[in-house]
């Protein structure tokens, strides 16, 4: 089946590190994503990753994943008060013959002063 | 420009009633796609389009869902007899093409419609 597990809460201190972890369960997943959704706004993808990559960089974000594990991570550098808000990790499954995408609950990141 | 737009925000119904909840898309995406999110959940699919034609309905609850895109561009989703477990954020995403091979177009989302069954 298809299913995508994240912790539901992360308290960081701004100028920290958010680490948001993430476990999927198809192994044919070709893409996985990360979505931030801030309060009255739509979600943003943030990043995504290709199956064969094992690490993404963009910017202050840092995507690991470890297939053989099935688990992915979003690495925040420096988190800031605008880094609060509900992460989204998702797959697209099924070798992406249907687009559609699987999304985990949420990880609601809240920045300690 | 324009990004995804989704009508009404917010609507509240009655138990019973229909509801016909309203996307625009990104002018000139060929996908587009609706997902429910309950409060406190992930967005969940529901069904999505290529051009005019809806390609998965898979995610669709029930018969008392359905949706339409009759021009490839905007899309209607309709939920008759609406009962209390269909309140939920009804998303749209659009993307500019659909899959093709290669990697995956992002899907651009709207604000989303919040339903509220009385």
């Known amino acids: 089946g298809e299913d995508v597990e994240q912790s539901l809460f992360l308290s960081v201190r701004e100028g920290d590190s958010s680490v948001i972890n993430c476990t999927y369960t198809?192994?044919?997943?070709?893409?996985l994503y990360w979505y931030k959704q801030e309060p009255g706004a739509g979600l943003q993808l943030l990043t995504y990753?290709?199956?064969?990559?094992d690490m993404k960089q963009d910017q202050r974000l840092t995507v690991l994943l470890n297939k053989k594990d099935k688990h992915l991570s979003l690495r925040i550098a420096d988190t800031q008060t605008g880094d609060s808000a509900i992460y989204f990790c998702?797959?697209?499954?099924?070798?992406?013959?249907?687009?559609?995408?699987?999304f985990g609950k949420g990880t609601r990141l809240h920045i300690l002063p | 420009g324009a990004g995804v737009s989704q009508s009404p925000r917010y609507k509240v119904t009655k138990r019973g009633q229909d509801v016909a909840l309203r996307c625009d898309p990104i002018?000139?995406?060929?996908?587009l796609y609706w997902y429910r999110q309950a409060l406190g959940q992930g967005p969940e699919f529901l069904t999505y389009?290529?051009?005019?034609?809806?390609?998965?309905k898979s995610g669709l609850p029930n018969d008392r869902f359905s949706a339409e895109r009759p021009e490839g561009s905007i899309s209607t989703l309709t939920i008759q007899r609406t009962e209390q477990r269909d309140s939920a954020m009804y998303r749209c995403?659009?993307?500019?093409?659909?899959?093709?091979?290669?990697?995956?177009?992002?899907?651009?989302f709207g604000p989303g419609t919040r339903l509220t069954v009385l």
């Open positions: 389009f290529n051009y005019e034609a809806q390609q998965d």
């Open positions: 998702a797959e697209m499954p099924s070798g992406g013959r249907d687009d559609k995408i699987i």
């Open positions: 002018s000139g995406h060929v996908s």
């Open positions: 198809d192994s044919s997943s070709t893409y």
């Open positions: 995403a659009s993307s500019p093409s659909g899959w093709a091979g290669g990697p995956p177009d992002t899907q651009y």
């Open positions: 990753i290709f199956s064969n990559m």
